[in-house]
Nanobody, 126 residues
């Protein structure tokens, strides 16, 4: 059973930075593709970024491209999301999840992901 735990959220002013972490329990971390999503109040869950199991390939939502960087440290069973130049529109609960089937790599649909963490709140003020 995979369990994911996010941390690193907080409140920052526009232009600031945060680094989120997602720790994975379970021995399969190094073989699974992972993703970050976010959900703002009253809005649907939105894809942010994803990373292959090897870390060699990444994809981003257009809204965060150039500002956010996804990475992973497999020996530490941890995935990261470095967020720079934050904007008020980035305010949301950020969650990590596992892509269920590796053959679905490239999808931005949250329905293809599972084992969601509890999320960490990111608040950006103007």
């Amino acid at each position: 059973q995979v369990q994911l735990t996010e941390s690193g959220g907080g409140s920052v002013q526009a232009g600031g930075s945060l680094r989120l972490s997602c720790v994975c329990s379970g021995p399969t971390f190094k073989w699974i593709h992972m993703g970050w999503f976010r959900q703002a109040p009253g809005k649907e869950r939105e894809f942010v970024a994803a990373i292959r199991y090897s870390g060699t390939d990444t994809i981003y939502a257009d809204s965060v491209k150039g500002r956010f960087t996804i990475s992973r440290d497999n020996p530490k069973y941890t995935m990261y999301l470095q967020m720079n130049n934050l904007e008020p529109e980035d305010t949301a609960v950020y969650s990590c999840a596992v892509l269920v089937r590796t053959t679905d790599w490239g999808t931005k649909d949250p329905d293809f992901y599972r084992y969601w963490g509890q999320g960490t709140q990111v608040t950006v003020s103007s």
